[in-house]
Structure formats: C-alpha cells, structure tokens
C-alpha cells in the first residue's frame, strides 16, 4: 500500500518593503496655482474662490482679503506679522493643517503674497533687519522654498499669490514678466513656477463695451507673459474661478502640458 505525499502548501508570499512605498493612485487630486499680475487685478480674491475651508496666511494686510472674503465667508485668515514672529506663525500653520482635525479639514492654503511673506521672513531671521546679510538672504530663500514644497506634500491645494516682475533682454528688448518672489534672483523665482506649480496664471483686468468689468486669467505663455498649467483642459484664457478650474482638470484626461 502506498500513500501519497501530502501536498506541499504554496509558498508564502514574501513581503515587498520597497513595493509598500508605491503611492496610490488617489480619488481626489490636489493642484498648486501662482496667481500673479499688476495690482488690483483680483489675485487676491481670485485665490480665495478655491475650495474651502480655506487657510490665509495673509502678509499683505487685512483690507486685501475683504473683497475675497465677502464672496466666500469659508475662509479662516491669519495676518502675518511683517517680522519678528513671522517665521514661528508659519511654522504653527503648518503643523495645525498636517496635525490637527480643522487642520486636515482645510481644502485650500493661500500665501498672499509670496514677496511680502518672503520679506518679513528675511526680517524676522536677520540680526539687522535694515541691511540683512547675503547669507540670511539665502537662508531665507531656502527656509520659504521648503515650506512651499511641505504645503505641496499635505493632502490639500496650495495657491501662492504674486506680484508680478519683469526682465528685458538687452539684445532683442522682449520684456518677459514672471511672479515676483521677493528677490531679483530668477533662479530662484523658477522654482516657483516649475516643478511646484501645476498652474501659473496672468491675472488681468478689462472693460467690454457695456463699462462692465472683467477679470480673467492668461493661462498660457504669451505676449511676454509666463504662464502654463499641466494637461491644457483649461485652454488659453479663463475667468477666474479656482473652484472651477479644479474641477476642470480633475474631470480631464490628462494630456500634453500647456506652457
């Protein structure tokens, strides 16, 4: 008589630790706009028509917000102090949205503006806030990248507010304008236009034939304005609705960039 060998049990499954690493593909994406332009041409208020609630960190004073805030009451604002306790108030903000339930909540987090932020982090580390030295000047340049990308990181949409700054070509005399960050150094305001942001909006104002206003946002590079956003479903030029163009690009197959 003979017996059969008792089946061999599958081997076990051995576990992937670096596999474990993968992100998932997630149900809900979060975007990274610079809104910048001239003044008074709605950036403020165009970046507080995101999805709320909505953080402020506003360094650009209270009066700044009150058009915004008026047509979205969903936003909590926290005036930034224009140097000592900058850099400390910043730091808490970031640590009350990864940490805390309200924080976690927070759809939307808005730097107005990024050269004033910039500025009153430069004061706030300089031993000698009248002439800071060239190295706190690119401690701070490091200190506000950084703190831009840990926004990026949370799982929520992150709007940077800018003025606007322009270079001319000695040569041909084109005149390009791109976000000011608070420094000449145009490297420097690359990173905020690059690998950061998937939009970065012109923001302009106009007037049709009736007197009405308008305030719409170029969305593509043209007429020596710096612009683009990731997968083109936003066209050319868009009236300024952040809540819109979210929606937008979260609905769209993703295709070549437009920039």
Not at 180 to 204: C, Q, R
């Amino acid at each position: 008589m003979t017996t059969e060998a008792p089946a061999k049990a599958p081997p076990k499954k051995q576990a992937d630790p670096f596999a474990e690493k993968f992100a998932p593909i997630s149900a809900q994406r979060f975007w990274n706009a610079v809104l910048y332009g001239p003044e008074k041409v709605g950036k403020t208020t165009g970046a507080l028509s995101a999805p709320g609630p909505i953080l402020l960190l506003n360094a650009e004073g209270s009066n700044s917000s009150h058009f915004g805030r008026s047509r979205n009451p969903n936003v909590h604002e926290i005036i930034v102090p224009v140097d000592e306790g900058a850099k400390a108030l910043l730091d808490e903000a970031f640590l009350w949205l990864r940490d805390t339930p309200a924080g976690k909540a927070t759809q939307t987090v808005v730097l107005d503006s990024l050269s004033e932020i910039h500025g009153a982090i430069l004061r706030d580390m300089a031993k000698d806030k009248d002439h800071p030295s060239l190295p706190e000047r690119g401690d701070t340049n490091t200190w506000l990248e950084r703190y831009a990308m840990s926004l990026r990181d949370l799982p929520l949409n992150v709007v940077i507010v800018a003025h606007e700054t322009w270079t001319k070509d000695d040569v041909t005399g084109v005149i390009e304008r791109s976000p000011y960050t608070g420094t000449s150094n145009v490297a420097y305001g690359k990173k905020f236009t690059g690998p950061f942001a998937d939009i970065v909006a012109y923001l302009g104002r106009s007037i049709d034939e009736n007197g009405a206003e308008h305030y719409g946002a170029q969305l593509v590079d043209g007429n020596g304005r710096r612009a683009g956003h990731r997968g083109g479903a936003l066209g050319v030029s868009r009236e300024v609705n952040l809540t819109e163009w979210f929606a937008v690009m979260n609905a769209a197959p993703q295709t070549e960039e437009k920039a």
